[in-house]
């Protein structure tokens, strides 16, 4: 939209069109089956090249009314098309293995995309019923725990050593995944166990809970294999959500003060992606430097830095995943724009 930032509606319409395709997979599979993977794989990454302007940065203090509207719609298509899929994938659909497959990839690419970022807004709003909300679509994925780690834990320590889910440089995805997963859990379990000293029910207890009441939903919907085919989506989606922290902290850590504290988080620490459509299917998550600098702030809200002011990634961010799948192809891809930030960074520093 020339002239003018991304309202909410424009958000609700780039997440609504993959949810209608997926409900057209599971109920007729072959050609919509395709067309949802080719909508999330294909079109997605056209459609950045063809719009290869970023969209301008939202005015100082612009309010967003339906904002939190646009989060709560997509969760409802979340908790709806979860369950179908799952039941597409297990149930009597009478689907053949390769539309099972298509529609897997397809629609786990929505659920990673737009259900995790959606979950990511919900759990930083300020509205307790909007932030458990949140947590019910992580724990729906299994990554229930994540609500607690990435607020306590992530922000605090985003670009240090101490955090799980900031990638070292030469640090291949899938031996993050496994180091940020399990570090991000248990980082996540001592800081809520700190904080609430013993009172009240624990958030892991309810985390916990969600998620086997869904593995249950999956056993009703396909018996063993609705329980799987649950599995498998869960860890897909949220694996995404991993990836993408992979990409936007990769080979980026804070310099440490002469107090042995490290400095404030600031706009250089994250990478960012100005790709227009990107950016809205995953509610402005490319833009990530400002999401750290102002956690709570909304969404539509959020603004890319000035260049020069912080790192861009070579490419859009849903290409740079991808990438980042092929270890070797990763580092040749992201050692000139690191190297080149470096430089940048510390000329800035003299």
Request: hydrophobic share 50%; with cysteine.
């Amino acid at each position: 939209m020339p002239g003018t930032a991304p309202q909410p509606p424009i958000f609700a319409v780039a997440a609504l069109v993959p949810y209608v395709l997926i409900l057209l997979g599971v109920t007729f599979g072959g050609f919509w089956s395709i067309a949802v993977l080719f909508y999330m794989a294909v079109l997605t990454a056209i459609m950045d090249q063809i719009l290869r302007l970023a969209a301008p940065n939202s005015a100082e203090g612009s309010e967003f009314p339906a904002a939190d509207g646009v989060l709560v719609l997509i969760a409802c298509m979340h908790f709806t098309a979860f369950p179908l899929v799952v039941w597409a994938i297990a149930g009597n659909s009478g689907f053949a293995t390769w539309e099972h497959v298509v529609l897997a990839i397809g629609a786990g690419q929505w659920f990673g995309q737009v259900a995790n970022p959606c979950a990511h807004e919900l759990i930083h709003r300020g509205n307790r019923g909007l932030y458990w909300l949140g947590v019910a679509i992580y724990a729906s994925m299994l990554f229930g725990h994540h609500a607690s780690a990435h607020r306590l834990v992530h922000h605090r320590f985003a670009a240090t050593l101490d955090d799980p889910n900031t990638a070292r440089e030469g640090e291949s995805y899938y031996r993050f995944w496994l180091r940020a997963w399990v570090g991000s859990y248990m980082a996540g379990l001592r800081a809520e166990t700190a904080r609430r000293q013993g009172k009240g029910l624990h958030p892991y207890a309810v985390y916990a809970a969600i998620s086997v009441f869904c593995l249950c939903f999956g056993y009703v919907i396909g018996g063993w294999g609705g329980v799987l085919a649950w599995m498998a989506l869960a860890i897909f989606g949220h694996s995404q959500l991993l990836l993408a922290d992979y990409v936007q902290h990769y080979g980026l850590l804070r310099k440490t003060r002469s107090n042995g504290t490290p400095e404030p988080v600031s706009e250089r620490h994250s990478w960012n992606a100005p790709h227009w459509f990107t950016s809205t299917l995953s509610l402005n998550a490319p833009r990530h430097s400002d999401h750290h600098a102002h956690p709570s702030r909304a969404y539509p809200a959020l603004s890319l830095p000035e260049k020069g002011a912080a790192p861009y990634l070579p490419l859009p961010l849903a290409m740079c995943c991808n990438i980042a799948l092929v270890p070797r192809l990763w580092y040749r891809v992201i050692a000139k724009p690191l190297n080149r930030w470096r430089v940048q960074e510390e000329a800035w520093r003299e």
